[in-house]
């Protein structure tokens, strides 16, 4: 923006998840007394997506218990929800945007915060593909529908079947073995979580799943989505030419980030919107935040990351730039996993680590883990992945924050208190 918003002004967000949300209330915050118009494309009231894959799957949590806002509050705050709304386009020149109703809604300023989409097994021309029962998991109808074929293949003894051994691929694994279904999780990679864990920690989710009774494959070739006569899944067929039965295939490779509307309307994207450490965008009256994000850092490279605090943050910084202000998002990056009854949280980016330390015990029992993997490169701490040790996720968070590394000894001695080396 170049002059702050002012009273008479119109924000249009699109997209209603945690950034969207964020920014509009981040806005009241600052004291913005103009219009926000807050756009989804769904039927539902902004909602917690995190549960959708654990608590909630797992028949934990109630639909009540998802709601982030309910349209009652954000009324309140004078924020404007308008669900099934479907934005089709923007006109930057003329500062509107186009729905799919055929009006058109103008804005003083613009906030993108349209989210991801998960990949899919058409774009691998993957033969059945699209047979009745392949499901990806993003919202709460793509949850409501897994749900559904669970609740089929537990009344009809069918297996279910991940592909996929991310995040959210594991944790409907966790969340399918509490229900006492057949679980395959297929892996092309040679272990989990290998983009975002060290291979002892891969190593140590596998033997986790394995106990829980997962057949896991790693180094999977998966060649074609058998169907049956009502087109509906019934077997994953291997490239051994092995066969896999399933009454639900669950597919986690990843997501797309949301650019289309941004990339058809000139603004600049490489692997999502591209923002600075404000959500600013290319277009000095649009700023981003959340999934559908890619930030420019200081090196020049892009970062994408995929979480709530990310989404939070964003949506705070974006804000205060349409409001004229400086608010960059530079906190340590943290992210959290729930499978079983573990808790994974994670803090910092280990990419380029070398070397790693293990606090705890890690090579013990299962059931009784409670340990952390610290990162470095070199003598300088980069993250750390902590295994039902919230303590040291904190201290870590702050270690980071505050620019310190410890050695890998001080770390992995269980006599020295974490806390005690930010105090120095």
């Known amino acids: 923006m170049s002059t702050p918003l002012q009273a008479e002004d119109s924000v249009i967000i699109i997209g209603a998840g945690q950034a969207g949300v964020q920014t509009a209330e981040a806005l009241r915050t600052l004291g913005f007394a103009g219009a926000i118009h807050l756009l989804?494309?769904?039927?539902?009231?902004?909602?917690?997506?995190p549960p959708l894959s654990k608590a909630w799957l797992a028949g934990e949590m109630d639909a009540a218990q998802l709601v982030m806002r309910s349209p009652e509050v954000l009324a309140r705050k004078s924020i404007r929800l308008r669900t099934d709304c479907s934005v089709q386009a923007i006109d930057r020149a003329a500062k509107t945007v186009a729905l799919a109703d055929g009006s058109q809604l103008s804005y003083t300023g613009l906030v993108l915060a349209t989210g991801s989409t998960p990949r899919t097994l058409s774009a691998l021309n993957l033969p059945g593909a699209d047979a009745k029962g392949v499901l990806a998991l993003r919202s709460l109808d793509d949850a409501s529908a897994i749900s559904a074929h669970m609740a089929t293949c537990v009344e009809k003894s069918l297996g279910v079947v991940v592909i996929g051994g991310g995040f959210i691929g594991l944790e409907v694994a966790a969340t399918a073995r509490k229900k006492g279904?057949?679980?395959?999780?297929?892996?092309?990679?040679?272990?989990?979580?290998?983009?975002?864990?060290?291979?002892?920690?891969?190593?140590?989710?596998?033997?986790?799943?394995?106990?829980h009774g997962v057949n896991l494959v790693l180094d999977a070739r998966v060649a074609a989505i058998e169907v049956d006569a009502t087109g509906a899944v019934s077997a994953v067929r291997m490239a051994d030419g092995s066969?896999?039965?399933?009454?639900?295939v669950v597919v986690g490779i990843g997501v797309n980030a949301n650019d289309q509307l941004a990339a058809a309307a000139g603004l600049a994207c490489e692997r999502g919107i591209v923002v600075d450490a404000c959500g600013r965008t290319s277009d000095s009256a649009i700023v981003a935040a959340g999934d559908c994000t890619a930030r420019r850092v200081a090196d020049g490279t892009l970062l994408r990351l995929e979480s709530v605090q990310n989404a939070t943050e964003q949506g705070k910084s974006a804000a205060a730039a349409l409001m004229g202000q400086d608010r960059?998002?530079?906190?340590?990056?943290?992210?959290?996993?729930?499978?079983?009854?573990?808790?994974?949280?994670m803090a910092g980016l280990s990419m380029g680590a070398d070397a790693w330390a293990v606090r705890g015990n890690m090579a013990?029992?299962?059931?009784?883990?409670?340990?952390?993997?610290f990162h470095f490169q070199g003598s300088k701490l980069l993250a750390a992945d902590s295994i039902n040790a919230s303590k040291d996720h904190l201290a870590v968070r702050k270690l980071l924050d505050a620019g310190l590394s410890p050695t890998a000894q001080q770390v992995a001695d269980p006599a020295v208190e974490l806390a005690s080396l930010i105090a120095k």
Not at 335 to 340: C, E, G, K, R
């Open 243 to 248: 066969a896999v039965p399933a009454g639900l």
């Open 181 to 211: 279904l057949t679980v395959t999780v297929l892996e092309a990679a040679p272990r989990l979580l290998g983009r975002v864990l060290a291979p002892v920690l891969s190593d140590w989710y596998a033997a986790l799943h394995r106990s």
């Open 40 to 49: 989804v494309d769904e039927p539902h009231a902004p909602y917690h997506r």
């Open 328 to 345: 960059p998002f530079t906190a340590t990056p943290w992210f959290w996993s729930d499978q079983y009854d573990k808790k994974l949280q």
């Open 364 to 373: 013990g029992d299962l059931a009784t883990a409670s340990f952390t993997v």
